[in-house]
């Protein structure tokens, strides 16, 4: 059984904190995920959406009509409803196989930083496909196993290695979803 580190309270209460990151980066990023999206405003699912960062920035930056945040830990939940609070912004309890969600009501669904936490990709993936629209896009953002080049692991060697073991490829990633969303 995989270690699940995200569903303790104590790192819920630093998470947000820890993973800041200046606005104008943050806006880089929202600006470069919205693009994926088929619409101009859309209606978002942030899976894995932890202390809300970037369902909030979907919400300020994007103009999405809707975001669903969704997370099985209710700490992180609780922190995103202090850290992350929104009028277009709902956060849910629930986990990337079982989404609390009606079938086909999102544009876009964004699985960031989170897919290395998922047992289940083909699950994972045949409920996104469930979640969206005819024509919606699913847009994961992850570090890889096959791109471990971050200067990091020049001062930091070993975590190459533990980051070697908890990444999925790019080709498991790709084989999970492309033959789910294909069928």
């Known amino acids: 059984m995989r270690r699940q580190p995200y569903l303790n309270s104590g790192l819920a209460s630093v998470y947000h904190r820890g993973n800041e990151m200046p606005d104008s980066s943050l806006r880089a990023w929202t600006t470069f995920i919205g693009s994926h999206s088929p619409v101009s405003s859309p209606v978002v699912l942030d899976v894995g ?3 809300g960062m970037s369902a909030l920035a979907l919400a300020r930056w994007r103009d999405a009509r809707v975001v669903a945040g969704v997370d099985q830990s209710p700490a992180m939940l609780m922190q995103a409803a202090c850290h992350s609070h929104h009028e ?4 849910l309890a629930g986990t990337a196989t079982e989404l609390p ?3 086909h009501g999102f544009d876009l669904v964004l699985l960031s930083r989170v897919i290395h936490h998922i047992p289940d990709l083909r699950g994972t993936a045949a409920e996104l496909k469930r979640a969206l629209r005819r024509g919606g896009v699913a847009v994961v953002r992850t570090t890889v196993r096959d ?5 990091v692991y020049d001062y930091w060697p070993q975590l190459r290695a533990l980051d070697a073991s908890m990444f999925p490829s790019q080709g498991q990633i790709e084989g999970k979803f492309v033959l789910t969303f294909a069928a």
Not at 88 to 91: E, G, K, N, Q, S
């Open 101 to 103: 969600v009606a079938e």
């Open 88 to 91: 277009r912004v709902a956060y």
């Open 147 to 151: 791109r471990l080049d971050s200067r």
């Open 49 to 51: 959406t932890g202390t």
